[in-house]
């Protein structure tokens, strides 16, 4: 199965600055079939981005995924305080569906 | 608006059964594969299984397999779990999660349900 591999573990930000959340496999994602989610305390996962660069309905612009292969990257351009919150990525490209270990943004 | 409304977790001992239900609203059921995703105390997110739109493909985590059994009825909008030979490390959220299309191989997982609690101790 594919491991995906998250970093950094936390990350102390202030809001307005700028968030870079990485997720790396352990082998290719075909397709570029990757995912992230937003998860707040107590609440289910949000989807934010598929297809490693394409926005769910409704997430704002300021949310932004990149890359391809084995290397993929959500920015968030300038942080709002409804954004810190833990982030995962997701493959979806081969079975098993697997998530990385998440990154929690929290604020400094 | 889509809702998925789990329900069935409990507290249950080492070695019995229990079954997960998860009933969907606001779109066309049938037209979607459904997953099942759950999350340990204070961990991060495991897939678990995964049905397509007519049960035709279905697919379990290893840690699962032979153990767990999804299902889904498109009469009632729902989707089933069935948990046997429970162990401790089964302790978790579970959350359904509706399919991007009708497949369950390739899918990204919008909306989740907001979960059901399984304990598993003596």
């Known amino acids: 199965e594919i491991v995906l591999t998250q970093s950094p573990g936390t990350l102390s930000l202030s809001p307005g600055e700028r968030a870079t959340l990485s997720c790396r496999a352990s082998q290719s994602v075909s397709s570029s079939y990757l995912a992230w989610y937003q998860q707040k305390p107590g609440q289910a996962p949000r989807l934010l981005i598929y297809g490693a660069s394409s926005r769910a309905t409704g997430i704002p612009d300021r949310f932004s995924g990149s890359g391809s292969g084995t290397d993929f990257t959500l920015t968030i351009s300038r942080l709002e305080p409804e954004d810190f919150a833990v982030y995962y990525c997701q493959q979806y490209g081969s079975s098993p569906n697997t998530f990385g270990g998440g990154t929690k943004v929290e604020i400094k | 608006e889509v809702q998925l409304v789990e329900s069935g977790g409990g507290l249950v001992q080492p070695g019995r059964s229990l079954r997960l239900s998860c009933a969907a609203s606001g779109f066309t059921f049938d037209d979607y594969a459904m997953h099942w995703v759950r999350q340990a105390p204070g961990k991060g997110l495991e897939w678990v299984s995964g049905?397509?739109?007519?049960?035709?493909?279905?697919g379990y985590a290893d840690s699962v397999k032979g153990r767990f059994t999804i299902s889904r009825d498109n009469a009632k909008n729902s989707l089933y779990l069935q948990m046997n030979s429970l162990r401790a490390e089964d302790t978790a959220l579970y959350y359904c999660?509706?399919?991007?299309?009708?497949?369950?191989?390739?899918?990204?997982?919008?909306?989740w349900g907001q979960g059901t609690l399984v304990t598993v101790s003596s």
């Open positions: 049905i397509s739109w007519n049960s035709g493909s279905i």
């Open positions: 999660a509706k399919g991007s299309g009708a497949v369950a191989g390739v899918n990204w997982f919008d909306p």
